[in-house]
């Protein structure tokens, strides 16, 4: 069964630094998919964030340029997202998930930005 299983979130003070990760359990195609995170905070939709093809192409929203890096390792069928001078409006319920939403959605992995 494909499962994607994210990890990493927690609390941490403003101007600091988390680093998430999401592996895909049963996939034996993930390194030919592009990968992306997603984030969802309370009351508001679903939002891509960051995203890398196949091939280490990255993309990111405006709000997360120059903070946030998305790297792979297909190996290990995982996709990261080193989170750097975060802010409160960082908060948000994370999620990994490829651009086509191929999979079925994960849990997620909480993280709360204090001020």
């Known amino acids: 069964q494909v499962q994607l299983v994210e990890s990493g979130g927690g609390l941490v003070q403003a101007g600091g630094s988390l680093r998430l990760s999401c592996v895909l359990v049963?996939?034996?195609?993930?390194?030919?998919?592009?990968m992306g995170w997603y984030r969802q905070a309370p009351g508001k939709q679903r939002e891509l964030v960051a995203s890398i093809t196949s091939i280490g192409i990255t993309n990111y929203a405006d709000s997360v340029k120059g903070r946030f890096t998305i790297s792979r390792d297909n190996a290990k069928n995982t996709v990261y997202l080193q989170m750097n001078s975060l802010k409160p409006e960082d908060t948000a319920l994370y999620y990994c998930?490829?651009?086509?939403?191929?999979?079925?959605w994960g849990q997620g992995t909480q993280v709360t930005v204090a001020s």
């Open positions: 049963s996939g034996n195609i993930f390194r030919f998919n592009a």
């Open positions: 998930n490829s651009p086509t939403l191929q999979y079925p």
